[in-house]
């Protein structure tokens, strides 16, 4: 692989929609979208708890997380990292089972993961570490905004926000890369080669079109010396 191609692969993973709302294919789960400015206050610690080895949260705080969960739609998370397990095990089954048997495998395996690790679990999961990041006057202001005109359209928007920013993120600094790259080849002769274009990868392309340069013509014959 040449540096420009892992460049190029790294631009596809980390600008991959994986913050869509509502993505063809089911994409790695998002992380909240909590980005207006309300301070947590922690209670006692600025380390979040383990969510597997948790207090007990007062039940009225309980609700107010779970209410916010919804505003913000990550009470879907269990649903979305559900979805995206499912699609890579069923990915990387693909090759080993014939469909037949991968359908079915498939309607086993989701039967079962719903039973072993339920969507609402990963929710039940998140609201002690909600508890421990947000006080509930902090949660009380969160609420007051995601049910704003404003904040409904910040959790439809800001997943699409975020993921052009990351994107025009990564482009811009794959460009600085591959010219910082190319700067120091005299440098170090051994990037030359790796830093070659790659058949197929638009260097081969006539510029602005898709198609390959036109071939320069023919010279023309030279003329036949007169007969004697």
Same mark, same amino acid.
């Given at each position: 692989?040449?540096?420009?191609?892992?460049?190029?692969?790294?631009?596809?993973?980390?600008?991959?929609?994986?913050?869509?709302?509502?993505?063809?294919?089911?994409?790695?789960?998002?992380?909240?979208?909590?980005?207006?400015?309300?301070?947590?206050?922690?209670?006692?610690?600025?380390?979040?708890?383990?969510?597997?080895?948790?207090?007990?949260?007062?039940?009225?705080?309980?609700?107010?997380?779970?209410?916010?969960?919804?505003?913000?739609?990550?009470?879907?998370?269990?649903?979305?990292?559900?979805?995206?397990?499912?699609?890579?095990?069923?990915?990387? $089954?693909? #090759?080993? !089972? &014939? @469909?037949?048997?991968?359908?079915?495998?498939?309607?086993?395996?989701? +039967?079962?993961?719903?039973? /072993?690790?339920?969507?609402?679990?990963?929710?039940?999961?998140?609201?002690?570490?909600?508890?421990?990041?947000?006080?509930?006057?902090?949660?009380?202001?969160?609420?007051?905004?995601?049910?704003?005109?404003?904040?409904?359209?910040?959790?439809?928007?800001?997943?699409?926000?975020?993921?052009?920013?990351?994107?025009?993120?990564?482009?811009?600094?794959?460009?600085?890369?591959?010219?910082?790259?190319?700067?120091?080849?005299?440098?170090?002769?051994? $990037?030359? #080669?790796? !830093? &070659? @274009?790659?058949?197929?990868?638009?260097?081969?392309?006539?510029?602005? +079109?898709?198609?390959?340069? /036109?071939?320069?013509?023919?010279?023309?014959?030279?003329?036949?010396?007169?007969?004697?």
């Amino acid at each position: 692989m040449t540096v420009k191609t892992a460049l190029i692969t790294a631009a596809l993973l980390f600008g991959s929609p994986l913050l869509a709302q509502t993505p063809p294919t089911p994409a790695a789960p998002k992380a909240p979208a909590h980005q207006p400015g309300v301070t947590a206050h922690s209670s006692d610690s600025t380390t979040l708890p383990d969510a597997a080895n948790t207090d007990k949260v007062d039940p009225a705080k309980d609700a107010a997380i779970r209410h916010l969960m919804d505003l913000t739609q990550t009470s879907k998370m269990g649903d979305e990292i559900n979805a995206y397990i499912t699609k890579q095990v069923h990915d990387g $089954l693909s #090759q080993a !089972l &014939q @469909p037949d048997r991968l359908a079915k495998f498939m309607a086993d395996f989701s +039967t079962k993961l719903g039973a /072993a690790a339920p969507a609402s679990a990963v929710t039940d999961a998140v609201v002690p570490i909600y508890a421990k990041a947000f006080s509930m006057e902090d949660l009380q202001g969160l609420i007051q905004f995601y049910e704003s005109p404003l904040g409904q359209r910040v959790v439809k928007t800001l997943p699409e926000v975020a993921q052009s920013s990351q994107r025009a993120g990564v482009q811009l600094e794959q460009k600085g890369a591959l010219t910082v790259l190319q700067g120091m080849s005299n440098d170090y002769p051994e $990037l030359k #080669q790796m !830093l &070659q @274009p790659e058949p197929g990868d638009g260097a081969d392309k006539a510029p602005g +079109t898709d198609r390959a340069p /036109a071939p320069a013509p023919a010279p023309a014959p030279a003329p036949e010396a007169p007969a004697k």
